[in-house]
Nanobody, 121 residues
Framework: QVYLVESGGGLVQPGGSLRLSCAAS????????MRWHRQAPGKGRELVAQ???????NYVDSVKGRFTISRDNAKNTVYLQMNNLKPEDSAVYYC???????????????WGQGTQVTVSS
């Protein structure tokens, strides 16, 4: 099993910044892709950003140029730096990794519990 703990959410004014973190823990495992999703009230869950094991990144169009995803493989942690935040960025942000515990036959998706980001004046 792989456990994910997110941190860094909160209330910020428009134009402000936040940095989300998500640390993976558990028995020995390998992590492949690491992702951030978000879900606003009344809307479906949206993939915001992804980083592969090789460091390739991609973003949803609405956050390009404002958000940066990165990872620290030594710490099994993924980050989301969010700059120039807008009210429409308000949502619960979820961390998701594709990982394979050493005893498992194949990789699987694991999810964090979510952290609230609210952008408001």
């Amino acid at each position: 099993q792989v456990y994910l703990v997110e941190s860094g959410g909160g209330l910020v004014q428009p134009g402000g910044s936040l940095r989300l973190s998500c640390a993976a823990s558990g028995s020995r495992f390998s992590i492949y892709a690491m992702r951030w999703h978000r879900q606003a009230p009344g809307k479906g869950r949206e993939l915001v950003a992804q980083i592969t094991s090789g460091g390739d990144t991609n973003y949803v169009d609405s956050v390009k140029g404002r958000f940066t995803i990165s990872r620290d493989n030594a710490k099994n942690t993924v980050y989301l730096q969010m700059n120039n935040l807008k009210p429409e960025d308000s949502a619960v942000y979820y961390c998701n990794v594709v990982a394979q515990p050493i005893t498992w036959l194949a990789p699987s998706d694991f999810w964090g519990q979510g952290t609230q980001v609210t952008v408001s004046s």
